[in-house]
């Protein structure tokens, strides 16, 4: 297993060193050159959406709440296929390098400055997720090695390879990593289905959308603020920005949206499978049970290659974008070796809470409760009302202020109400269509 993962970090550094010596401007290093075709593009979705939470953590929740536990990234499919029909293409002509570039053309500077001081704070718990899965993995895989060296040496060499090589890197590598990552999960899933060790059965007498542990008010919840953030998230609308053109983002968006409902199904199938059939997980993750103990080596060597790619492809989207914005959104600068200076320090933030702090699920649930509330809706109305209705900015942030600060209050301030991140956004809502309806209704008055 050992010399698959040293073979995976020489390939992927290989990458990043040759990219280091060939970009050459802030454009292909943050946006590879947006001329991006569908397969790139298709894959690169692909491969930064199935990261920590759709496989550590969603197999975690398919043993605690079984098969309802598909909703975490089922709603994000929902959201992707409906950005797809609604925003890819007004989005791709807007020729915007990051989100709150596109909030800066679609309602004018200070909601770039707002929108990007958002994302820099709640993406790093995201980060911190993805380095969190990765030492979990590890951990347990060589024996319970030093979870804080091995966080530390995870950290670096994903710190490293995205600060040599940017999105130029990411996109590459993440061709490879999709393949990976596909391959690793279905052989696996076969395997455990079609094994002696255990019954398929489980699986299909277990099959329900919702049950007394996830309720219908649960699953909007999901669709509304995780759906949210693959609908109009940053590291998502990334993908978008670096196609080559409108119909290309369309098109990736929606396929990618329906790979990620399969995906969804059979990541979900897995922890129904260990739910029934392992009786001594003993707060083990499943996936990484599995591998230890229920698959042959080569088997295992794969799966365990295709989690690492997971989780990598995840934190380097994160960090390079994350970066990216704050160098081109909160300094307003295009400096690629300032670019690589915020990436190492980002990098580091996020590894120290993810020493602290390794709840999976909760990292990532905290990020989008304060991202969701505040952004989606206001720049959802703000594209779509783009060129054709005039916006009242004074209301349209205090939509993004308000409906931010409660998922800041609920997330970290340690309030915890359940759905107050769904009424925040709401009261976003409610905010965001005002600052239409207001300046349009003074002018018919006129």
């Not at 279905?186 to 542990?213: A, C, M, P, W």
Request: proline fraction near 2%; glycine fraction near 8%; charged fraction near 15%.
């Amino acid at each position: 297993m050992l010399y698959g993962i040293v073979i995976y970090i020489i390939f992927m550094t290989s990458i990043s060193i040759y990219d280091f010596f060939k970009v050459k401007n802030f454009e292909e290093y943050t946006v590879a050159g947006k001329n991006q075709k569908f397969f790139p593009v298709f894959l690169s979705l692909m491969a930064s959406m199935i990261g920590a939470s759709a496989t550590i953590g969603m197999t975690d929740r398919a043993v605690e709440v079984g098969f309802p536990a598909f909703w975490w990234l089922g709603v994000g499919a929902m959201g992707l296929i409906f950005q797809s029909v609604l925003l890819s293409e007004k989005i791709r002509s807007l020729n915007a390098n990051t989100l709150p570039d596109i909030a800066m053309k679609t309602v004018g500077k200070e909601a770039k400055t707002l929108l990007a001081l958002i994302i820099a704070v709640s993406w790093v718990g995201i980060i911190a997720a993805q380095f969190a899965s990765i030492v979990k993995l590890l951990t347990v895989a060589f024996d319970n090695t030093s979870t804080k060296l091995v966080t530390i040496i995870i950290a670096a060499i994903v710190i490293i390879y995205t600060l040599f090589g940017g999105q130029t890197s990411v996109i590459k590598t993440d061709k490879v990593q999709s393949l990976i990552i596909a391959v690793g999960i279905i052989v696996t899933f076969l395997y455990v289905i079609v094994s002696k060790q255990g019954s398929g059965e489980t699986i299909i007498t277990h099959i329900e959308l919702l049950n007394e542990d996830v309720s219908v008010f649960d699953v909007v919840n999901l669709l509304f603020i995780v759906g949210g953030t693959y609908f109009l998230g940053p590291d998502i609308i990334s993908r978008n920005l670096i196609s080559k053109d409108g119909k290309t983002a369309k098109k990736a968006a929606f396929c990618a949206g329906v790979g990620l409902f399969v995906f969804s199904i059979i990541i979900t199938m897995i922890g129904l499978w260990a739910k029934g059939n392992i009786t001594d997980l003993n707060g083990c993750n499943p996936l990484i049970y599995i591998m230890k103990n229920y698959i042959p080596l080569p088997v295992e060597i794969l799966l365990c290659v295709a989690l690492i790619a997971t989780l990598v492809s995840s934190a380097d989207t994160c960090l390079i974008n994350a970066a990216t914005i704050v160098e081109n959104d909160l300094l307003g600068k295009k400096s690629v070796k300032e670019v690589r200076i915020i990436v190492l320090i980002i990098g580091v933030i996020s590894a120290v809470i993810a020493i602290f702090k390794t709840n999976i699920i909760e990292l990532l649930t905290g990020a989008y409760s304060i991202y969701s509330p505040g952004i989606v809706i206001p720049l959802f109305v703000a594209i779509i009302c783009h060129d054709r209705r005039k916006i009242c900015k004074a209301l349209w942030y205090w939509g993004v202020i308000v409906g931010s600060l409660i998922g800041v209050l609920n997330t970290y301030l340690g309030l915890n109400v359940e759905y107050l991140p769904l009424v925040a956004m709401g009261i976003s809502a409610v905010f965001s269509v005002l600052s239409v309806l207001v300046p349009n209704y003074k002018k018919i008055e006129s």
